[in-house]
C-alpha cells in the first residue's frame, strides 16, 4: 500500500484547516500521525517535543481501527462513531484510496455511520463481519443497510 508523501499531508493539514472541514481535530490527528518530525513541525508545535510519536504502520493501525469503529456502531454510540467514521474515512486518503474515500463520502451516515465504515472496509477487501456471533452480525448488517438493529425495535438508540 502506498502512503502519501510528506507533502501531502501536510498540504492537507493546512486544506482541513481552511476549510474548516475538521472543527474537532480528529482527521488531523490521523495525519499528523503520519508525518516525520520535520514535516509535523510545519502544522504543529508540541508542548512537549518529547511527547511526539510518528506512526509508521498505517495499515495495521486502519485494520485496528476498523475494529474500534464497528464497536462504537454496535454500542449505539453516536460522537464516537462519528470520530471513528472522520478517522477512517482519513486513514483511506492517507493510504492513497481515494475512491474508498470517496464512496465513504456518498454513504449516508444512519444508523453510527455503519454504511461509511462496511464501505471502508469493503474497499480495501477487509473483515467486517468477521468474528461476530450470529445476532451481532445479523444487527450490524442490518445497521450497514441503514436499518435499526433489532427489528424488533431498538431500546439502546437506533433511530430510522
Same mark, same amino acid.
Given at each position: 500500500?502506498?502512503?502519501?508523501?510528506?507533502?501531502?499531508?501536510?498540504?492537507?493539514?493546512w486544506?482541513?484547516?481552511?476549510?474548516?472541514?475538521?472543527?474537532?481535530?480528529?482527521?488531523?490527528?490521523?495525519?499528523?500521525?503520519?508525518?516525520?518530525?520535520?514535516?509535523?513541525?510545519?502544522?504543529?508545535?508540541?508542548?512537549?517535543?518529547?511527547?511526539?510519536?510518528?506512526?509508521?504502520?498505517?495499515?495495521?493501525?486502519?485494520?485496528?481501527?476498523l475494529?474500534?469503529?464497528?464497536?462504537?456502531?454496535?454500542?449505539?454510540?453516536?460522537?464516537?462513531?462519528?470520530?471513528?467514521? &472522520?478517522?477512517? #474515512?482519513?486513514?483511506?486518503?492517507? $493510504?492513497? %484510496?481515494?475512491?474508498?474515500?470517496?464512496?465513504? /463520502?456518498?454513504? =449516508?451516515?444512519?444508523?453510527y455511520?455503519?454504511?461509511?465504515?462496511k464501505?471502508?472496509?469493503?474497499?480495501?477487501?477487509?473483515?467486517?463481519?468477521? &468474528?461476530?456471533? #450470529?445476532?451481532?452480525?445479523?444487527? $450490524?448488517? %442490518?445497521?450497514?443497510?441503514?436499518?435499526?438493529? /433489532?427489528?424488533? =425495535?431498538?431500546?439502546?438508540?437506533?433511530a430510522?
Amino acid at each position: 500500500m502506498t502512503i502519501r508523501t510528506q507533502e501531502e499531508i501536510v498540504t492537507r493539514v493546512w486544506a482541513l484547516r481552511a476549510n474548516r472541514e475538521d472543527i474537532f481535530g480528529f482527521r488531523e490527528e490521523v495525519l499528523v500521525e503520519a508525518l516525520d518530525l520535520d514535516h509535523a513541525r510545519q502544522v504543529i508545535t508540541p508542548r512537549h517535543p518529547g511527547e511526539w510519536t510518528r506512526r509508521i504502520d498505517h495499515e495495521t493501525y486502519a485494520r485496528d481501527y476498523l475494529r474500534f469503529a464497528i464497536g462504537k456502531i454496535l454500542d449505539h454510540r453516536g460522537n464516537s462513531a462519528s470520530r471513528s467514521v &472522520d478517522k477512517l #474515512g482519513e486513514l483511506a486518503w492517507l $493510504l492513497g %484510496r481515494d475512491d474508498i474515500a470517496a464512496t465513504m /463520502d456518498n454513504a =449516508g451516515f444512519p444508523m453510527y455511520g455503519a454504511p461509511k465504515v462496511k464501505a471502508f472496509a469493503d474497499g480495501f477487501g477487509w473483515p467486517f463481519l468477521d &468474528d461476530l456471533d #450470529g445476532d451481532t452480525r445479523a444487527a $450490524l448488517t %442490518r445497521m450497514a443497510e441503514g436499518q435499526q438493529c /433489532d427489528p424488533q =425495535g431498538c431500546e439502546r438508540g437506533c433511530a430510522d
